[in-house]
């Protein structure tokens, strides 16, 4: 069973930079796919970026030209690099990896089996 943990989160103002970081201890190379998604009080949790072995990336499109999603092999850590936050970000950030996900679907949490707890990120105007 992989296990997956975030960390980088944290209280920024509007503008400002964070990165996200998801480390996998016991890495599973079968996973192909990884992903962040995001959930702010009171609404779903919806898919911010993902990103497959073969290097294929998707953003939704309120973070596409901000937020930037890879990954590390080597070390088994998925990253999001996010700039010029806005408080309308502020949400629980988790990571999630699955052997398989449909193209169609790499940004619903739906598809995704493991996840991880979770890292807070407020952004304050």
Not at 39 to 66: C, I, N, T
Not at 108 to 124: C, E, F, M, P, R
Request: net charge negative; glycine share 10%.
């Amino acid at each position: 069973q992989v296990q997956l943990a975030e960390s980088g989160g944290g209280s920024v103002q509007a503008g400002g930079s964070l990165r996200l970081s998801c480390s996998a201890p016991r890495y599973d190379y079968h996973i192909y796919y990884m992903g962040w998604f995001r959930q702010a009080p009171g609404k779903e949790r919806e898919g911010v970026a993902a990103v497959d072995s073969a290097g294929g990336l998707w953003y939704s499109d309120s973070v596409k030209g901000r937020f930037t999603i890879s990954r590390d092999k080597t070390t088994a850590t998925l990253y999001l690099q996010m700039n010029s936050l806005k408080p309308e970000d502020t949400a629980e950030y988790y990571c999630a990896a699955d052997s398989y996900v449909r193209l169609e679907d790499v940004l619903s949490d739906w598809a995704y089996k493991t996840w991880g707890q979770g890292t807070q990120v407020t952004v304050s105007s």
